[in-house]
Nanobody, 114 residues
Framework: QVQLVESGGGLVQPGGSLRLSCSAS????????MGWARQAPGKQREMVAQ???????NYADYVKGRFTTTGDAAKKTVYLQMNNLKPEDTAVYYC????????WGKGTLVTVSS
């Protein structure tokens, strides 16, 4: 059974930084896609950043230049470095891995507030 565990969320002031981590266990395959999405209260889940194996990461326009994602498909780990955080970045952040089917983590809350 594949399980994803996220960590690193919390409360941060505007302009601050956080680093999210996610690791997957239970799959014998390397991931083909790894990434992050977020869901703010009352809003739909939206993509934040994604790595397709063998390609450079791509980012949503609203985080480009502030967020950086890195990962290792064989080790099944993915990270999201978030800098210059804004109140509108407040959301539950979910990692996901694509093996034979997609898997999602349970989410970690990021709150940006003074």
């Amino acid at each position: 059974q594949v399980q994803l565990v996220e960590s690193g969320g919390g409360l941060v002031q505007p302009g601050g930084s956080l680093r999210l981590s996610c690791s997957a266990s239970g799959s014998l395959d390397s991931a083909t896609i790894m990434g992050w999405a977020r869901q703010a209260p009352g809003k739909q889940r939206e993509m934040v950043a994604q790595i397709i194996t063998g390609h450079t990461p791509n980012y949503a326009d609203y985080v480009k230049g502030r967020f950086t994602t890195t990962g290792d498909a064989a080790k099944k780990t993915v990270y999201l470095q978030m800098n210059n955080l804004k109140p509108e970045d407040t959301a539950v952040y979910y990692c996901y891995f694509q093996f034979s089917v997609p898997y999602w983590g349970k989410g970690t809350l990021v709150t940006v507030s003074s």
